[in-house]
C-alpha cells in the first residue's frame, strides 16, 4: 500500500476545504486546527461536541492500525450511562456519526425480555445497541491513474470500507457541492474516475435518482469481485429453496428443501396507527409471494439533494446495500442490508425486511432470479417468500 500520509500543513488545508459549507465556527474553538493527525484520530474515534451533530469528514487516509471494535452512532444522540440500564444515572452523550471503541459486550441479568438486552462497555460508561452501527476502517488502493482495470465501462458495484464517506457534487456555476454522506457497508455503482475536490483521483458514482453524479476518494470504495455475485447452492432447483419470515418471533429462516441453511434475525415493519400519506402500509405484509426483483444497491427516497444535511427525518437512504422485492412492485417491500439501526429481532421498518449486510447478501446470491454482477436491477419469477 503507497505511503499517502499528509504532512499537518495538507491536512488541515483539506480538512478545511473539505468541509465545504459546513460552519466552521461551530465546532467549539475550531479544535481541529490545533491537532496534529494523530490526535486528531484520536478525537475523531472518542470525542462529539454538542453544539454540533456534525463531525468532520472522514479523511482520505489515516495510519494503518488496529482500531479495535469499532461502532458509529446512527441516530441523533445516544445516552451514555453510568450503569448497562435505562434507569442508569446520564453521564454524557455520544452524537451523530461519533465513532466509539466498544471494550466488551454484555446483556444485564436484570434487563426486560421484550427488549434488545444487548449494551457495550464503552470509554465513560454504557451504551445500549440499538443505534450503533458496527463498522470497520479499511482503506483500498488509490488507483492513481486515470483509468482502473478493475471499473468497468458500464459500471461497477463498489462498497464503502471505511465508517462514513462525504461525497461532492461539481457544479459548473458554483464550484463543489456538498452531497450526500455514504456509510459503511453501502453499495454503490461507480461509472469513472476523475480528479476531486483535492487534485487526487475520486470515483464518480452514478445514482438511480440523479441525474448527475457525485464523487467521494477512491480509498474508502472498494470494487466488489464477479466471486462475491456468485449464485450459492447454483445446483439446488429454485423450486427446492424458500424463505420463511416469523414475524412474531421476528426471525428469517431459509431452506432447501426441509433443510435450514440460514436463520437469523430480522427487523419488519412498525404498523402505523394512522394511514399513511402514500396509502402503503408500514406493517409487513403476510402471505406467500415471490422474489420479483433484485437491486445490488438502491437508493430508497425521493432523490432530494441533501447538501450535507444529515437530517434524519428525511427519508433519503442512499446506496442500501443487496435489495430483493418481494410482494407488489407498487409497494416496493424488500429484504435489504440496514445501517441506520443495530436493533434486530423488534420491528423498525416502514415495511421492508432489515437485515445485518452480511445476511441480505448471502440472501442475495442464494435467491433467484440470479443477478449478475453487471446488471443495476433484475427481473423475474424467483424464490418462495412466506410471511406470517
Same mark, same amino acid.
Request: charged fraction near 20%; proline fraction near 8%.
Given at each position: 500500500?503507497?505511503?499517502?500520509?499528509?504532512?499537518?500543513?495538507?491536512?488541515?488545508?483539506?480538512?478545511?476545504?473539505?468541509?465545504?459549507?459546513?460552519?466552521?465556527?461551530?465546532?467549539?474553538?475550531?479544535?481541529?486546527?490545533?491537532l496534529?493527525?494523530?490526535?486528531?484520530?484520536?478525537?475523531?474515534?472518542?470525542?462529539?461536541?454538542?453544539?454540533?451533530?456534525?463531525?468532520?469528514?472522514?479523511?482520505?487516509? !489515516?495510519?494503518?492500525q %488496529? @482500531?479495535?471494535?469499532?461502532?458509529?452512532?446512527?441516530?441523533?444522540?445516544? $445516552?451514555?450511562?453510568? &450503569? =448497562?440500564?435505562?434507569?442508569?444515572?446520564?453521564?454524557?452523550?455520544?452524537?451523530?456519526?461519533?465513532?466509539?471503541?466498544?471494550?466488551?459486550?454484555?446483556?444485564?441479568?436484570?434487563?426486560?425480555?421484550?427488549?434488545?438486552?444487548?449494551?457495550?462497555?464503552?470509554?465513560?460508561?454504557?451504551?445500549?445497541?440499538?443505534?450503533?452501527?458496527?463498522?470497520?476502517?479499511?482503506?483500498?488502493e488509490?488507483?492513481?491513474?486515470?483509468?482502473?482495470?478493475?471499473?468497468?465501462?458500464?459500471?461497477?458495484?463498489?462498497?464503502?470500507?471505511?465508517?462514513?464517506t462525504?461525497s461532492?457534487?461539481?457544479?459548473?456555476?458554483?464550484?463543489?457541492?456538498?452531497?450526500?454522506?455514504?456509510?459503511?457497508?453501502?453499495?454503490?455503482?461507480?461509472?469513472?474516475?476523475?480528479?476531486?475536490?483535492?487534485?487526487?483521483?475520486?470515483?464518480?458514482?452514478?445514482?438511480? !435518482?440523479?441525474?448527475? %453524479? @457525485?464523487?467521494?476518494?477512491?480509498s474508502?470504495?472498494?470494487?466488489?469481485p $464477479?466471486e462475491?455475485? &456468485? =449464485?450459492?447452492s447454483?445446483?439446488?432447483?429454485?423450486?427446492?429453496?424458500?424463505?420463511?419470515?416469523?414475524?412474531a418471533r421476528?426471525?428469517?429462516?431459509?431452506?432447501?428443501?426441509?433443510?435450514?441453511?440460514?436463520?437469523?434475525?430480522?427487523?419488519?415493519?412498525?404498523?402505523?396507527?394512522?394511514?399513511?400519506?402514500?396509502?402503503?402500509?408500514?406493517?409487513?405484509?403476510?402471505?406467500?409471494?415471490?422474489?420479483?426483483?433484485?437491486?445490488?444497491?438502491?437508493?430508497?427516497?425521493?432523490?432530494?439533494?441533501?447538501?450535507?444535511?444529515?437530517?434524519?427525518?428525511?427519508?433519503e437512504?442512499?446506496?442500501?446495500p443487496?435489495?430483493?422485492?418481494?410482494?407488489?412492485?407498487?409497494?416496493?417491500?424488500?429484504?435489504?442490508?440496514?445501517y441506520?439501526?443495530?436493533?434486530?429481532?423488534w420491528?423498525?421498518?416502514?415495511?421492508?425486511?432489515?437485515?445485518?449486510?452480511?445476511?441480505?447478501?448471502?440472501?442475495?446470491?442464494?435467491?433467484?432470479?440470479?443477478?449478475?454482477?453487471?446488471?443495476?436491477?433484475?427481473?423475474?419469477?424467483?424464490?418462495?417468500?412466506?410471511?406470517?
Open positions: 500500500m503507497p505511503n499517502n500520509k499528509l504532512s499537518r500543513r495538507e491536512f488541515l488545508n483539506l480538512s478545511s476545504f473539505s468541509l465545504g459549507g459546513f460552519a466552521l465556527a461551530t465546532l467549539p474553538g475550531e479544535w481541529w486546527k490545533r496534529s493527525q494523530t490526535e486528531y484520530q484520536t478525537q475523531l474515534i472518542e470525542t462529539a461536541t454538542s453544539d454540533s451533530q456534525i463531525t468532520p469528514p472522514f479523511p482520505a487516509r !489515516l495510519e494503518e %488496529d @482500531y479495535g471494535k469499532l461502532m458509529r452512532v446512527a441516530i441523533h444522540e445516544v $445516552d451514555l450511562r453510568a &450503569a =448497562p440500564s435505562d434507569k442508569g444515572e446520564i453521564i454524557g452523550k455520544r452524537y451523530r456519526d461519533q465513532l466509539v471503541h466498544v471494550y466488551y459486550e454484555l446483556e444485564p441479568a436484570d434487563a426486560p425480555a421484550f427488549y434488545n438486552r444487548l449494551w457495550y462497555r464503552v470509554w465513560g460508561g454504557y451504551l445500549h445497541s440499538s443505534y450503533l452501527q458496527p463498522v470497520e476502517i479499511r482503506f483500498n488509490s488507483p492513481g491513474a486515470s483509468v482502473n482495470p478493475q471499473i468497468r465501462k458500464e459500471g461497477q458495484l463498489c462498497e464503502v470500507t471505511v465508517p462514513y462525504q461532492y457534487r461539481y457544479d459548473p456555476y458554483a464550484g463543489w457541492q456538498v452531497e450526500y454522506r455514504l456509510y459503511f457497508g453501502t453499495t454503490h455503482w461507480v461509472t469513472g474516475i476523475k480528479a476531486g475536490p483535492d487534485g487526487e483521483p475520486w470515483y464518480c458514482i452514478t445514482d438511480e !435518482l440523479q441525474p448527475w %453524479d @457525485y464523487m467521494v476518494p477512491t474508502h470504495l472498494r470494487p466488489i $464477479d462475491e455475485f &456468485a =449464485p450459492l447454483p445446483d439446488v432447483p429454485w423450486e427446492a429453496k424458500r424463505i420463511e419470515v416469523d414475524l421476528q426471525t428469517l429462516t431459509a431452506y432447501e428443501k426441509k433443510q435450514v441453511v440460514l436463520k437469523t434475525r430480522i427487523s419488519s415493519g412498525i404498523p402505523s396507527s394512522t394511514p399513511p400519506e402514500n396509502g402503503i402500509p408500514t406493517d409487513t405484509p403476510q402471505g406467500y409471494f415471490n422474489i420479483y426483483s433484485k437491486m445490488p444497491s438502491k437508493h430508497m427516497g425521493d432523490g432530494s439533494l441533501m447538501r450535507g444535511d444529515l437530517n434524519l427525518d428525511a427519508y437512504l442512499v446506496g442500501v443487496w435489495t430483493s422485492f418481494f410482494h407488489k412492485p407498487e409497494t416496493g417491500y424488500a429484504f435489504h442490508g440496514t441506520w439501526h443495530n436493533n434486530f429481532g420491528q423498525m421498518s416502514h415495511g421492508c425486511i432489515n437485515m445485518h449486510n452480511a445476511d441480505a447478501k448471502w440472501l442475495f446470491r442464494w435467491t433467484t432470479p440470479v443477478s449478475p454482477s453487471t446488471e443495476v436491477e433484475t427481473r423475474g419469477y424467483g424464490t418462495q417468500v412466506h410471511v406470517f
